[in-house]
């Protein structure tokens, strides 16, 4: 298997680049727009095929290069079936698979950052979008975000998984790269709490800015960043 973490800057948003050591055949989950020269440079050296696109939900804070990568490779953009662009070819249920050559990736519907906020489970990783993040967790006060759902989602959901699960989240501000699930239960301290009330308490006090990029990024990648 094939597995790389890149990184935009501007948004702090990390980007994963999947591919099967046998078929060739690869995904990318949450490619930025900013970065599409950087994923063509990468795909061709490494002479790998791309199937799927997948974003973890709909971004507030960058452009997907989900239709530019359609446009030049012919994958297939999926998302959860909550997500509003009518551009996605793929709509993912909960626990339905994307499966490449030897690889798949199990969708788990996590809501709470937003409403259409899935993760997604490969054998000993899990790419967490913005449910959890590392040492804190996505902000639930704008688009049918809801800290209640992400408390069921986080508690009942990402931190049933094995604790060595690997959690690759789709930021990091602070220079983490990769966690585990164990290690988020002890030292991630939003998710020290002891009821669902308490989450929310916490969630609805943060008062953090809109993101900059909200009101281009978010109809943008309502047509998959077209
Ligand atoms: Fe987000």
Do not use: W
């Amino acid at each position: 298997m094939l597995f790389r973490q890149l990184f935009d800057p501007k948004s702090c948003t990390y980007t994963y680049l999947i591919a099967s050591g046998q078929g060739r055949e690869a995904l990318l989950i949450d490619p930025v727009r900013d970065r599409m020269n950087l994923y063509q440079q990468l795909l061709d050296e490494l002479q790998v095929k791309l199937l799927f696109v997948v974003d973890t939900h709909t971004h507030a804070d960058h452009i997907t290069a989900s239709g530019l990568l359609r446009q030049q490779y012919g994958c297939d953009i999926a998302m959860g079936e909550q997500a509003p662009a009518e551009c996605i070819s793929l709509r993912l249920k909960e626990a339905e698979t994307l499966n490449l050559d030897g690889i798949s990736l199990k969708a788990l519907y996590t809501p709470g950052h937003t409403n259409d906020s899935f993760s997604f489970l490969m054998n000993d990783r899990v790419f967490t979008g913005d449910t959890l993040l590392i040492r804190a967790t996505g902000r639930t006060d704008f688009q049918q975000g809801d800290a209640y759902k992400q408390y069921d989602s986080l508690f009942n959901k990402l931190l049933k998984l094995p604790e060595e699960t690997l959690v690759y989240p789709a930021h990091d501000y602070n220079g983490m790269t990769v966690s585990t699930i164990g290690e988020e239960k002890r030292f991630n301290p939003r998710l020290q709490v002891s009821s669902a009330e308490e989450y929310a308490n916490i969630m609805n006090q943060l008062n953090l800015a809109k993101p900059t990029m909200m009101d281009v990024a978010v109809p943008a990648n309502l047509k998959c960043g077209l």
